[in-house]
């Protein structure tokens, strides 16, 4: 026969009913958000033996092509050519107008500009330690840049000279972004630009975060300014009284930086349209299912940004999505990363390995890991199309996004089909340089003669025959 609560004290019925009730609660609580989120990211597992698999993998490449912002929209397009028409004949106060309708911060022309007390301040404060790590950034991104840049090479026929003057787009969200400035103005250095220019809207404060600024002064940049998207690209491609015009615009930003980087370009060269961040993950059995999670939710907390995991090894995948549950209910953004993962994510499981290869090369993903034990390179070298190969377990995206040296401004929305990585290169132009002599010419003039008559430009021919008619 059971006790009866009627039978005990009344200080241990209060004892009980308080604290078991909220425990009860909790659990229950707890329970229901488990199985919610289980629930839900059991969607973006998609396995070979379902019909529309194909199908499947195809609408989830569109949507990170369209998120690129590579596709058209006229609503958008509209709006876009409207900022820069107004910034294009109106200027700096159209800037000014632009910068406190949409960043909410009211600033003159005169105050775009960063002042050198504002550099010099943020970096006198800024913390000894991390300081200490951005130096050591700096000088690996500086080392690689400088080992990789054509500009060095003496070569007969052509001159490398520097760009002369580069505008560098920095995200001005919540969490400052320095390494931002570091994977775009050291490469830029290394080609020999001499005045770089530095946008980012004022989110901090009515001003740009701090640690930007500090890192800007440790890479001797001085032309600073507190504005930012369409209306910022437009001011650094035309140029206004107090921001003067550049001859390249790079870096990331929101879909309108991207988008008028795109129309003004031709005014201006630009380094490339860029989307939300991408990872594309393959890996087979032997990769760790809580490290492969782990990379996928480094790109899906950027809400947006893709994270799918390609592998042959369905019991991966299941344990994959088992961490994901488990990592996200940790992580201080775990609604938006969920429903990042539900959008832009996805973990396929192939029937094999030639299979993944194809899809991946499709995919033509900003950051690809291969996480495949000690095929991993072997796998890696069948790669084609990606920005960046992260070879190995013990490369997560996080290592080139800070610290190995190759810029982490890569392609993305399949765009690395046909462009790469942001390197010191992007930062001179080439010069050709042809120099005949009388023999020489005299060698080749009937060629060229013949050449030109066949295309029916007879000028072209005359100029090359009257030097052979005068000859002395």
Known sequence: MGTSADNLPQSFLATESTEDTENKNKKANSKKVEEKTVNELDKILIKYNR???NQKLAELHRKIVMAAGLELDEARDTILKDILLKVRKEGASAVAELTEELDGVKLSPEEFQINEFELRNAHQHIDKDLLSSIRKAISNVREYQSKIFIGNRKLKGIRYTPIKRVGICVPGASAPLPSTVIMTAVPAQVAGVKEIVVISPPRYNGSIHPVILAVCYE????????????QAVAALAY????????????GPGSIWVQLAKKEVMGFVGIDSVAGPSEVLIIANK????AWVAADMLSQAE???????LFTDSEKLAIEVLAQLNRQTEELSRSRGTIDCLLEFGAIVVFRQMPEILN???????????????????????????????????????????????????LPTGMSAKFSG?????DFVKSISIIEYDKKKLAASADDIIRLAEAEGLDAHARSIRIRQENRS
């Open 51 to 53: 019909p529309d698999f």
């Open 219 to 230: 890479l001797g940049i001085s032309e600073v300014y507190r504005i930012g998207g369409a």
């Open 239 to 250: 140029g206004t009284p107090y921001t003067k015009e550049v001859d390249k615009i790079v």
């Open 286 to 289: 032997q990769a760790n299912p």
């Open 302 to 308: 950027h809400n947006p940004g893709s994270a799918i």
């Open 359 to 409: 899809w991946a090369n499709l995919f033509a993903a900003e950051h690809l890991e291969i996480q495949c034990g000690k095929q991993s390179r072997q796998i890696a070298n069948k790669i084609q199309n990606a920005g960046a190969i992260f070879t190995g377990d013990y490369s997560p995206v996080a290592v080139g996004d800070y610290w190995a040296g190759p810029s982490h401004t």
């Open 421 to 425: 990585a942001l390197t010191s290169n």
